[in-house]
Protein backbone atom coordinates (compact mmCIF):
# COMPACT_ATOMS: atom_id res chain seq x y z
CA UNK A 1 0.00 0.00 0.00
CA UNK A 2 2.80 2.16 0.93
CA UNK A 3 4.78 1.81 -2.51
CA UNK A 4 1.31 2.93 -3.90
CA UNK A 5 1.12 5.64 -2.35
CA UNK A 6 4.65 6.92 -2.76
CA UNK A 7 4.34 5.81 -6.60
CA UNK A 8 1.15 7.98 -6.50
CA UNK A 9 3.13 10.81 -4.93
CA UNK A 10 5.78 10.45 -7.23
CA UNK A 11 4.03 10.90 -10.17
CA UNK A 12 1.59 14.25 -8.53
CA UNK A 13 5.28 15.85 -9.04
CA UNK A 14 4.88 16.36 -12.68
CA UNK A 15 2.90 19.07 -13.69
CA UNK A 16 1.88 16.87 -16.52
CA UNK A 17 -0.42 14.39 -13.99
CA UNK A 18 -1.60 17.90 -12.01
CA UNK A 19 -2.92 19.62 -15.57
CA UNK A 20 -4.57 16.03 -16.66
CA UNK A 21 -6.31 15.65 -13.34
CA UNK A 22 -7.65 19.19 -12.92
CA UNK A 23 -9.06 19.27 -16.61
CA UNK A 24 -10.32 15.68 -16.22
CA UNK A 25 -12.23 16.82 -13.12
CA UNK A 26 -13.94 20.26 -14.71
CA UNK A 27 -15.09 17.94 -18.03
CA UNK A 28 -16.49 15.49 -15.89
CA UNK A 29 -18.13 18.09 -13.91
CA UNK A 30 -19.39 19.48 -16.91
CA UNK A 31 -19.96 16.45 -18.90
CA UNK A 32 -22.39 15.40 -16.24
CA UNK A 33 -24.10 18.15 -15.95
CA UNK A 34 -26.98 18.42 -18.97
CA UNK A 35 -26.96 14.35 -18.95
CA UNK A 36 -30.08 13.98 -17.10
CA UNK A 37 -31.82 16.63 -20.05
CA UNK A 38 -30.12 14.65 -22.59
CA UNK A 39 -31.51 11.64 -21.76
CA UNK A 40 -34.78 12.56 -21.02
CA UNK A 41 -35.00 14.88 -24.28
CA UNK A 42 -33.81 11.69 -25.99
CA UNK A 43 -31.08 14.20 -27.28
CA UNK A 44 -28.02 11.63 -26.34
CA UNK A 45 -27.59 10.64 -29.92
CA UNK A 46 -27.23 14.52 -30.75
CA UNK A 47 -24.26 14.12 -28.53
CA UNK A 48 -23.00 10.73 -30.51
CA UNK A 49 -22.92 12.58 -33.34
CA UNK A 50 -21.34 15.57 -32.55
CA UNK A 51 -18.39 13.61 -31.43
CA UNK A 52 -17.63 12.39 -34.59
CA UNK A 53 -17.83 15.47 -36.22
CA UNK A 54 -15.46 17.05 -33.68
CA UNK A 55 -13.11 14.37 -34.96
CA UNK A 56 -13.35 15.07 -38.03
CA UNK A 57 -13.11 18.85 -37.29
CA UNK A 58 -9.45 17.94 -35.98
CA UNK A 59 -8.48 15.93 -38.22
CA UNK A 60 -8.66 18.89 -40.40
CA UNK A 61 -7.43 20.80 -37.95
CA UNK A 62 -4.24 18.67 -37.59
CA UNK A 63 -3.25 18.81 -41.56
CA UNK A 64 -3.58 22.35 -40.96
CA UNK A 65 -0.52 21.87 -39.13
CA UNK A 66 -2.32 24.59 -36.00
CA UNK A 67 -1.37 24.73 -32.54
CA UNK A 68 -3.74 25.18 -30.48
CA UNK A 69 -6.51 23.05 -32.63
CA UNK A 70 -9.39 23.03 -30.11
CA UNK A 71 -10.85 26.71 -31.32
CA UNK A 72 -11.25 25.62 -34.88
CA UNK A 73 -13.02 22.26 -33.57
CA UNK A 74 -14.72 24.34 -31.31
CA UNK A 75 -16.52 26.22 -33.61
CA UNK A 76 -16.87 23.49 -36.35
CA UNK A 77 -18.79 21.34 -33.76
CA UNK A 78 -21.16 24.41 -32.91
CA UNK A 79 -22.05 25.06 -35.98
CA UNK A 80 -23.00 21.61 -36.59
CA UNK A 81 -25.21 21.42 -33.14
CA UNK A 82 -26.88 24.33 -34.40
CA UNK A 83 -27.02 23.22 -37.84
CA UNK A 84 -28.50 19.58 -36.31
CA UNK A 85 -31.10 21.25 -34.11
CA UNK A 86 -32.85 23.45 -37.20
CA UNK A 87 -33.07 20.59 -39.29
CA UNK A 88 -34.46 18.36 -37.03
CA UNK A 89 -37.02 20.53 -36.70
CA UNK A 90 -38.35 20.89 -40.38
CA UNK A 91 -36.35 19.46 -43.38
CA UNK A 92 -36.86 17.16 -45.82
CA UNK A 93 -34.07 14.57 -44.27
CA UNK A 94 -35.67 14.45 -40.38
CA UNK A 95 -33.39 14.43 -37.32
CA UNK A 96 -31.98 11.02 -36.85
CA UNK A 97 -31.04 10.42 -40.71
CA UNK A 98 -29.53 13.85 -40.63
CA UNK A 99 -27.67 13.10 -37.34
CA UNK A 100 -26.39 9.74 -38.90
CA UNK A 101 -25.28 11.64 -41.81
CA UNK A 102 -23.22 14.04 -40.25
CA UNK A 103 -21.43 12.21 -37.83
CA UNK A 104 -20.75 9.00 -40.19
CA UNK A 105 -19.44 11.42 -43.10
CA UNK A 106 -17.55 13.68 -41.16
CA UNK A 107 -15.86 10.19 -39.17
CA UNK A 108 -15.20 9.36 -43.08
CA UNK A 109 -13.33 12.69 -44.25
CA UNK A 110 -11.66 12.78 -40.92
CA UNK A 111 -10.07 9.90 -41.70
CA UNK A 112 -9.55 10.02 -45.64
CA UNK A 113 -7.65 13.64 -44.62
CA UNK A 114 -5.51 12.28 -41.93
CA UNK A 115 -4.54 9.90 -44.21
CA UNK A 116 -3.98 11.83 -47.50
CA UNK A 117 -2.27 14.58 -45.66
CA UNK A 118 -0.54 13.34 -42.16
CA UNK A 119 2.76 13.93 -41.99
CA UNK A 120 2.97 11.55 -39.06
CA UNK A 121 4.34 8.26 -39.49
CA UNK A 122 1.68 6.90 -37.36
CA UNK A 123 -1.58 7.39 -38.59
CA UNK A 124 -3.11 4.55 -36.97
CA UNK A 125 -1.42 5.56 -33.96
CA UNK A 126 -2.86 9.48 -34.44
CA UNK A 127 -6.14 7.74 -35.03
CA UNK A 128 -6.65 5.42 -32.23
CA UNK A 129 -5.29 8.26 -29.58
CA UNK A 130 -8.24 10.61 -31.15
CA UNK A 131 -10.84 8.41 -30.76
CA UNK A 132 -10.34 6.46 -27.56
CA UNK A 133 -8.09 9.38 -25.96
CA UNK A 134 -5.74 7.39 -25.19
CA UNK A 135 -2.76 9.48 -23.22
CA UNK A 136 -3.75 12.86 -24.99
CA UNK A 137 -4.78 14.42 -22.16
CA UNK A 138 -1.01 13.55 -20.39
CA UNK A 139 0.32 15.86 -23.10
CA UNK A 140 -2.17 18.55 -22.47
CA UNK A 141 -0.04 22.35 -22.80
CA UNK A 142 -0.95 24.89 -20.50
CA UNK A 143 -2.78 26.77 -22.99
CA UNK A 144 -5.42 24.02 -23.42
CA UNK A 145 -5.42 23.64 -20.04
CA UNK A 146 -6.42 27.18 -19.43
CA UNK A 147 -9.08 26.93 -22.38
CA UNK A 148 -10.92 23.84 -20.97
CA UNK A 149 -10.59 25.90 -17.29
CA UNK A 150 -12.16 28.70 -18.65
CA UNK A 151 -15.07 26.85 -20.71
CA UNK A 152 -15.67 24.80 -18.15
CA UNK A 153 -16.17 27.31 -15.88
CA UNK A 154 -18.66 29.41 -18.37
CA UNK A 155 -20.60 25.77 -19.09
CA UNK A 156 -21.29 25.87 -15.08
CA UNK A 157 -22.48 29.05 -14.93
CA UNK A 158 -24.33 29.24 -17.68
CA UNK A 159 -26.00 25.89 -16.50
CA UNK A 160 -26.27 27.41 -13.09
CA UNK A 161 -28.22 30.50 -14.09
CA UNK A 162 -30.62 28.83 -16.72
CA UNK A 163 -30.95 25.30 -14.44
CA UNK A 164 -34.80 26.77 -13.65
CA UNK A 165 -35.12 27.60 -17.48
CA UNK A 166 -33.93 23.99 -18.05
CA UNK A 167 -36.13 22.20 -16.21
CA UNK A 168 -39.01 23.78 -17.74
CA UNK A 169 -38.20 23.33 -20.82
CA UNK A 170 -37.04 19.54 -20.37
CA UNK A 171 -39.84 18.69 -17.96
CA UNK A 172 -42.54 19.99 -20.70
CA UNK A 173 -41.75 22.29 -23.48
CA UNK A 174 -45.08 23.23 -24.42
CA UNK A 175 -46.20 24.85 -21.14
CA UNK A 176 -42.76 26.83 -21.13
CA UNK A 177 -43.44 28.04 -24.57
CA UNK A 178 -47.52 28.64 -23.74
CA UNK A 179 -45.93 30.56 -20.28
CA UNK A 180 -43.93 32.93 -23.06
CA UNK A 181 -40.86 31.04 -22.56
CA UNK A 182 -38.47 31.13 -25.67
CA UNK A 183 -37.96 26.98 -26.14
CA UNK A 184 -36.10 26.92 -28.81
CA UNK A 185 -33.45 29.17 -28.05
CA UNK A 186 -33.50 26.91 -24.80
CA UNK A 187 -33.12 23.96 -27.18
CA UNK A 188 -30.42 25.83 -28.93
CA UNK A 189 -28.86 26.93 -25.86
CA UNK A 190 -28.34 23.08 -25.00
CA UNK A 191 -27.12 21.95 -28.09
CA UNK A 192 -24.38 24.61 -27.97
CA UNK A 193 -23.38 23.49 -24.47
CA UNK A 194 -23.52 19.94 -25.54
CA UNK A 195 -20.91 20.89 -28.15
CA UNK A 196 -18.47 22.70 -26.19
CA UNK A 197 -18.63 20.08 -24.03
CA UNK A 198 -18.12 17.47 -26.32
CA UNK A 199 -15.00 19.26 -27.79
CA UNK A 200 -13.36 19.51 -24.24
CA UNK A 201 -14.11 16.13 -23.46
CA UNK A 202 -12.20 14.53 -26.56
CA UNK A 203 -9.16 15.86 -24.91
CA UNK A 204 -10.20 13.10 -21.95
CA UNK A 205 -11.57 10.45 -23.39
CA UNK A 206 -11.47 10.74 -26.72
CA UNK A 207 -14.38 11.20 -29.35
CA UNK A 208 -15.59 7.71 -29.77
CA UNK A 209 -16.37 7.62 -25.67
CA UNK A 210 -17.82 10.63 -24.80
CA UNK A 211 -21.46 10.01 -24.71
CA UNK A 212 -20.16 7.39 -21.66
CA UNK A 213 -19.37 10.52 -19.64
CA UNK A 214 -22.17 12.24 -20.04
CA UNK A 215 -25.15 9.64 -20.22
CA UNK A 216 -23.34 7.18 -17.40
CA UNK A 217 -23.42 9.56 -14.33
CA UNK A 218 -27.09 10.63 -15.32
CA UNK A 219 -28.52 7.32 -15.50
CA UNK A 220 -26.74 6.50 -12.01
CA UNK A 221 -28.23 9.14 -10.33
CA UNK A 222 -31.33 8.66 -11.80
CA UNK A 223 -31.52 5.43 -10.28
CA UNK A 224 -31.15 6.45 -6.80
CA UNK A 225 -33.32 10.16 -6.81
CA UNK A 226 -36.33 10.71 -7.62
CA UNK A 227 -35.60 14.98 -7.91
CA UNK A 228 -34.03 16.87 -10.56
CA UNK A 229 -32.01 18.91 -8.39
CA UNK A 230 -30.87 15.86 -6.49
CA UNK A 231 -30.36 13.70 -9.42
CA UNK A 232 -28.33 16.59 -11.06
CA UNK A 233 -26.15 16.80 -8.44
CA UNK A 234 -25.27 13.38 -7.73
CA UNK A 235 -24.72 13.02 -11.62
CA UNK A 236 -22.00 15.75 -10.59
CA UNK A 237 -20.73 13.62 -8.16
CA UNK A 238 -20.43 10.27 -9.36
CA UNK A 239 -19.05 11.80 -12.61
CA UNK A 240 -16.37 13.64 -10.58
CA UNK A 241 -15.89 10.65 -8.70
CA UNK A 242 -15.46 7.96 -11.36
CA UNK A 243 -13.32 9.99 -13.43
CA UNK A 244 -11.01 10.78 -10.63
CA UNK A 245 -10.49 6.99 -10.08
CA UNK A 246 -10.20 6.48 -13.30
CA UNK A 247 -7.57 8.97 -13.97
CA UNK A 248 -5.84 6.94 -10.93
CA UNK A 249 -6.16 3.69 -11.60
CA UNK A 250 -4.85 4.01 -15.44
CA UNK A 251 -2.02 6.33 -14.26
CA UNK A 252 -0.75 3.91 -11.81
CA UNK A 253 -1.89 0.86 -13.89
CA UNK A 254 -1.05 2.12 -17.12
CA UNK A 255 -4.24 1.38 -18.48
CA UNK A 256 -5.34 4.00 -21.26
CA UNK A 257 -7.26 6.80 -19.43
CA UNK A 258 -10.96 6.89 -21.84
CA UNK A 259 -11.45 3.14 -21.63
CA UNK A 260 -10.64 3.37 -17.82
CA UNK A 261 -13.02 6.25 -16.93
CA UNK A 262 -15.81 4.72 -18.96
CA UNK A 263 -15.18 1.44 -17.36
CA UNK A 264 -15.58 2.52 -13.71
CA UNK A 265 -18.56 4.39 -14.53
CA UNK A 266 -20.42 1.43 -15.92
CA UNK A 267 -19.29 -0.43 -13.13
CA UNK A 268 -20.80 2.63 -10.59
CA UNK A 269 -24.07 2.39 -12.72
CA UNK A 270 -24.14 -1.31 -12.46
CA UNK A 271 -24.22 -0.92 -8.26
CA UNK A 272 -26.87 2.25 -8.48
CA UNK A 273 -28.97 -0.16 -10.62
CA UNK A 274 -28.74 -2.92 -7.55
CA UNK A 275 -29.37 -0.11 -4.87
CA UNK A 276 -32.24 1.46 -6.74
CA UNK A 277 -34.39 -2.14 -7.22
CA UNK A 278 -34.02 -2.29 -3.20
CA UNK A 279 -37.27 -1.57 -2.30
CA UNK A 280 -37.21 1.90 -0.06
CA UNK A 281 -33.59 2.40 -0.78
CA UNK A 282 -32.71 5.91 -0.95
CA UNK A 283 -35.14 8.16 -1.42
CA UNK A 284 -35.95 12.02 -1.77
CA UNK B 1 -63.98 43.24 -23.98
CA UNK B 2 -64.50 39.40 -23.94
CA UNK B 3 -61.10 38.12 -22.71
CA UNK B 4 -60.56 35.68 -25.93
CA UNK B 5 -61.62 36.82 -29.37
CA UNK B 6 -60.96 33.95 -32.49
CA UNK B 7 -61.87 36.00 -35.55
CA UNK B 8 -61.86 34.01 -38.65
CA UNK B 9 -59.80 31.76 -37.81
CA UNK B 10 -58.39 28.80 -40.42
CA UNK B 11 -56.38 25.87 -38.46
CA UNK B 12 -55.14 22.96 -40.30
CA UNK B 13 -51.52 21.43 -41.70
CA UNK B 14 -49.46 22.15 -44.40
CA UNK B 15 -52.03 24.63 -46.27
CA UNK B 16 -54.77 21.95 -45.54
CA UNK B 17 -57.52 23.55 -43.49
CA UNK B 18 -59.39 21.48 -41.20
CA UNK B 19 -60.97 24.27 -39.29
CA UNK B 20 -62.15 27.13 -41.20
CA UNK B 21 -63.40 30.53 -40.18
CA UNK B 22 -64.03 29.46 -36.90
CA UNK B 23 -65.42 32.66 -34.71
CA UNK B 24 -66.10 32.25 -31.02
CA UNK B 25 -65.35 34.67 -28.07
CA UNK B 26 -64.79 33.69 -24.24
CA UNK B 27 -65.86 36.24 -21.38
CA UNK B 28 -64.61 36.09 -18.46
CA UNK B 29 -65.95 34.06 -16.00
CA UNK B 30 -66.85 31.65 -18.96
CA UNK B 31 -67.02 27.89 -18.87
CA UNK B 32 -66.42 26.82 -22.52
CA UNK B 33 -66.10 23.42 -23.35
CA UNK B 34 -64.74 22.35 -26.95
CA UNK B 35 -66.47 18.91 -28.21
CA UNK B 36 -65.83 17.25 -31.37
CA UNK B 37 -64.04 14.12 -32.41
CA UNK B 38 -60.53 13.03 -32.24
CA UNK B 39 -58.64 14.26 -35.69
CA UNK B 40 -61.35 17.57 -35.36
CA UNK B 41 -59.03 19.47 -34.60
CA UNK B 42 -59.52 20.37 -31.11
CA UNK B 43 -55.81 20.08 -30.30
CA UNK B 44 -55.16 22.35 -32.90
CA UNK B 45 -57.29 24.91 -31.89
CA UNK B 46 -55.84 25.17 -28.41
CA UNK B 47 -51.94 25.19 -30.00
CA UNK B 48 -53.28 28.01 -31.86
CA UNK B 49 -54.81 29.48 -28.75
CA UNK B 50 -52.05 29.42 -26.67
CA UNK B 51 -49.78 30.89 -29.42
CA UNK B 52 -47.51 27.55 -29.62
CA UNK B 53 -48.46 27.42 -33.55
CA UNK B 54 -49.61 29.69 -35.77
CA UNK B 55 -53.33 29.73 -37.73
CA UNK B 56 -53.71 29.35 -41.65
CA UNK B 57 -55.88 32.94 -41.39
CA UNK B 58 -57.39 34.80 -38.82
CA UNK B 59 -56.31 35.98 -35.91
CA UNK B 60 -56.54 35.26 -31.99
CA UNK B 61 -56.98 38.03 -29.60
CA UNK B 62 -57.16 38.42 -25.98
CA UNK B 63 -58.43 41.61 -23.94
CA UNK B 64 -59.82 42.32 -20.49
CA UNK B 65 -56.44 42.35 -19.01
CA UNK B 66 -55.60 39.16 -19.83
CA UNK B 67 -51.83 38.77 -21.86
CA UNK B 68 -51.52 35.77 -24.48
CA UNK B 69 -48.73 34.57 -22.09
CA UNK B 70 -51.16 34.18 -18.66
CA UNK B 71 -53.46 31.36 -19.97
CA UNK B 72 -52.81 28.31 -17.59
CA UNK B 73 -52.14 25.26 -19.72
CA UNK B 74 -52.62 21.67 -18.85
CA UNK B 75 -51.45 19.50 -21.57
CA UNK B 76 -52.15 16.03 -21.88
CA UNK B 77 -48.99 14.16 -20.26
CA UNK B 78 -46.28 13.58 -22.93
CA UNK B 79 -44.04 10.50 -22.52
CA UNK B 80 -40.81 12.10 -21.57
CA UNK B 81 -43.02 12.77 -18.06
CA UNK B 82 -43.30 8.70 -17.73
CA UNK B 83 -39.86 8.67 -16.21
CA UNK B 84 -38.95 12.36 -15.69
CA UNK B 85 -37.42 12.54 -11.96
CA UNK B 86 -38.49 15.58 -10.70
CA UNK B 87 -40.41 16.37 -7.15
CA UNK B 88 -43.94 17.71 -7.08
CA UNK B 89 -42.82 21.11 -5.74
CA UNK B 90 -40.22 21.05 -8.31
CA UNK B 91 -43.09 20.86 -11.17
CA UNK B 92 -45.25 23.26 -9.67
CA UNK B 93 -43.01 25.74 -9.03
CA UNK B 94 -41.65 25.83 -12.89
CA UNK B 95 -45.69 27.21 -13.52
CA UNK B 96 -44.03 30.14 -12.20
CA UNK B 97 -41.31 30.86 -15.27
CA UNK B 98 -43.26 33.05 -17.55
CA UNK B 99 -43.61 35.40 -14.74
CA UNK B 100 -39.96 35.59 -14.08
CA UNK B 101 -39.16 36.47 -17.10
CA UNK B 102 -35.52 36.94 -17.93
CA UNK B 103 -34.44 36.65 -13.91
CA UNK B 104 -32.38 33.08 -12.79
CA UNK B 105 -34.53 31.99 -9.75
CA UNK B 106 -37.15 31.91 -7.96
CA UNK B 107 -38.08 34.34 -5.10
CA UNK B 108 -39.94 34.34 -2.30
CA UNK B 109 -43.42 35.34 -4.15
CA UNK B 110 -43.25 32.58 -6.59
CA UNK B 111 -42.57 29.97 -3.87
CA UNK B 112 -45.37 31.53 -1.38
CA UNK B 113 -47.59 31.20 -5.00
CA UNK B 114 -46.46 27.40 -5.39
CA UNK B 115 -47.02 26.59 -1.92
CA UNK B 116 -50.72 28.10 -2.15
CA UNK B 117 -51.81 26.47 -4.98
CA UNK B 118 -49.94 23.04 -3.82
CA UNK B 119 -52.49 23.61 -0.83
CA UNK B 120 -54.93 24.43 -2.90
CA UNK B 121 -55.21 21.23 -4.98
CA UNK B 122 -54.63 19.71 -1.71
CA UNK B 123 -51.54 18.16 -2.06
CA UNK B 124 -49.43 19.42 0.30
CA UNK B 125 -48.62 16.04 2.09
CA UNK B 126 -46.83 15.10 -1.75
CA UNK B 127 -44.80 17.89 -1.90
CA UNK B 128 -42.01 16.37 -1.34
CA UNK B 129 -42.76 13.10 -3.51
CA UNK B 130 -41.67 11.88 -6.84
CA UNK B 131 -44.04 12.91 -9.44
CA UNK B 132 -43.73 10.04 -11.82
CA UNK B 133 -44.20 7.88 -8.46
CA UNK B 134 -48.44 9.25 -8.13
CA UNK B 135 -51.67 7.72 -9.35
CA UNK B 136 -53.07 9.70 -12.28
CA UNK B 137 -55.13 11.85 -10.51
CA UNK B 138 -52.65 13.19 -8.20
CA UNK B 139 -50.25 14.07 -11.42
CA UNK B 140 -53.08 15.60 -12.83
CA UNK B 141 -53.61 17.78 -9.47
CA UNK B 142 -49.98 18.39 -9.57
CA UNK B 143 -49.97 20.16 -13.45
CA UNK B 144 -52.71 21.34 -12.78
CA UNK B 145 -51.57 23.54 -9.62
CA UNK B 146 -48.29 24.40 -11.80
CA UNK B 147 -51.19 26.24 -14.94
CA UNK B 148 -52.69 28.28 -11.61
CA UNK B 149 -49.24 29.27 -10.89
CA UNK B 150 -49.23 30.76 -14.31
CA UNK B 151 -52.34 32.03 -14.08
CA UNK B 152 -55.42 33.80 -12.20
CA UNK B 153 -57.41 34.10 -15.30
CA UNK B 154 -58.05 31.51 -17.76
CA UNK B 155 -57.37 27.45 -17.71
CA UNK B 156 -56.80 25.53 -20.94
CA UNK B 157 -57.49 22.04 -20.09
CA UNK B 158 -56.74 19.19 -22.80
CA UNK B 159 -58.59 16.05 -22.09
CA UNK B 160 -57.58 16.77 -18.28
CA UNK B 161 -59.70 12.94 -17.32
CA UNK B 162 -58.28 10.97 -19.98
CA UNK B 163 -57.14 7.73 -18.41
CA UNK B 164 -58.54 8.45 -15.13
CA UNK B 165 -60.93 6.07 -13.51
CA UNK B 166 -65.23 6.99 -13.24
CA UNK B 167 -64.56 8.53 -9.42
CA UNK B 168 -61.30 10.33 -9.65
CA UNK B 169 -62.67 11.52 -12.99
CA UNK B 170 -65.69 13.04 -10.73
CA UNK B 171 -63.66 14.67 -8.18
CA UNK B 172 -61.37 16.55 -11.22
CA UNK B 173 -64.82 17.97 -12.87
CA UNK B 174 -65.69 18.96 -9.54
CA UNK B 175 -62.47 20.66 -9.11
CA UNK B 176 -62.46 22.83 -11.84
CA UNK B 177 -65.60 23.65 -11.88
CA UNK B 178 -65.10 24.83 -7.57
CA UNK B 179 -62.00 27.19 -9.74
CA UNK B 180 -64.72 28.19 -12.11
CA UNK B 181 -67.25 29.17 -9.70
CA UNK B 182 -65.48 30.13 -6.77
CA UNK B 183 -62.66 32.13 -8.06
CA UNK B 184 -64.02 32.95 -11.01
CA UNK B 185 -61.36 31.45 -13.69
CA UNK B 186 -62.48 31.23 -17.26
CA UNK B 187 -61.99 27.27 -18.31
CA UNK B 188 -61.68 26.14 -21.29
CA UNK B 189 -62.06 22.63 -21.58
CA UNK B 190 -61.47 20.33 -24.35
CA UNK B 191 -63.19 16.87 -24.02
CA UNK B 192 -64.57 14.01 -26.19
CA UNK B 193 -67.02 13.52 -23.06
CA UNK B 194 -70.22 15.54 -24.05
CA UNK B 195 -72.27 14.63 -21.41
CA UNK B 196 -69.89 15.90 -18.96
CA UNK B 197 -69.70 19.05 -21.04
CA UNK B 198 -73.22 19.82 -21.06
CA UNK B 199 -73.08 18.87 -17.07
CA UNK B 200 -70.10 21.52 -16.16
CA UNK B 201 -70.02 23.85 -19.17
CA UNK B 202 -71.67 27.16 -19.31
CA UNK B 203 -70.72 27.45 -23.32
CA UNK B 204 -70.03 24.94 -25.60
CA UNK B 205 -68.13 25.17 -29.34
CA UNK B 206 -68.57 21.84 -31.16
CA UNK B 207 -65.85 21.12 -33.70
CA UNK B 208 -65.94 18.85 -36.71
CA UNK B 209 -69.01 18.39 -39.47
CA UNK B 210 -71.10 21.14 -38.19
CA UNK B 211 -69.48 24.05 -36.67
CA UNK B 212 -71.31 25.19 -33.67
CA UNK B 213 -70.98 27.37 -30.88
CA UNK B 214 -73.26 28.82 -28.13
CA UNK B 215 -74.57 28.75 -24.63
CA UNK B 216 -75.19 25.26 -23.13
CA UNK B 217 -79.14 25.86 -23.72
CA UNK B 218 -78.82 27.15 -27.37
CA UNK B 219 -76.81 23.81 -27.70
CA UNK B 220 -79.36 21.33 -26.44
CA UNK B 221 -82.19 23.31 -28.28
CA UNK B 222 -80.11 22.82 -31.70
CA UNK B 223 -79.27 19.40 -30.82
CA UNK B 224 -82.97 18.68 -30.59
CA UNK B 225 -83.46 20.20 -33.96
CA UNK B 226 -80.51 18.34 -35.64
CA UNK B 227 -78.02 21.54 -35.79
CA UNK B 228 -80.24 22.11 -38.58
CA UNK B 229 -80.64 26.03 -37.79
CA UNK B 230 -77.79 26.15 -35.50
CA UNK B 231 -74.54 26.98 -36.58
CA UNK B 232 -71.96 29.96 -35.66
CA UNK B 233 -73.59 32.77 -33.83
Known sequence: MDALWEKLFLYFQYPFVRYALIVGVLIALCSSLLGVTLVLKRFSFIGDGLSHVAFGALAVATILDMSNEMPLVLVITVACAVLLLRTGQNAKIKGDAAIAMISVGSLAIGYLLMNLFSKSANISGDVCSTLFGSTSILTLTLPVVWLCIILSVIVVAVFILFYNKIFAVTFDEDFARAAGTKANGYNLLIAVIIAVIIVLAMNLV?????????????????????????????????????????????????TPVGSTIVAVDIVVFALCYLIGMIPGGVRS | MAQLICEDLSLGYEGKAILKDLN??????????????????????????????????????????????????????????????????????????????????????????????????????????????????????????????????????????????????????????????????????????????????????????????????????????????????
Not at chain 1, 218 to 228: I, Q
Not at chain 2, 29 to 45: A, F, I, Q
Request: net charge positive; with cysteine.
Open chain 2, 24 to 233: FQVEAGDYLCVVGENGSGKSTLMKTILGLRAPLGGRVLTGDGLKRTEIGYLPQQTAIQRDFPASVWEVVLSGCQGRRGLRPFYGRAEKALAAENIAKMGLTPLTKRCFRELAGGQQQRVLLARALCATGKMLLLDEPVSGLDPQVTGEMYDLIARLNGEDGITVIMISHDIDAALRYGSHILRVGGAVFFGTKEEYLTAAASGFGKGGDR
Open chain 1, 206 to 254: GSLLISALVIFPALSAMRLFKSFRSVTICSAVLSVACSLLGMVVSIVGG
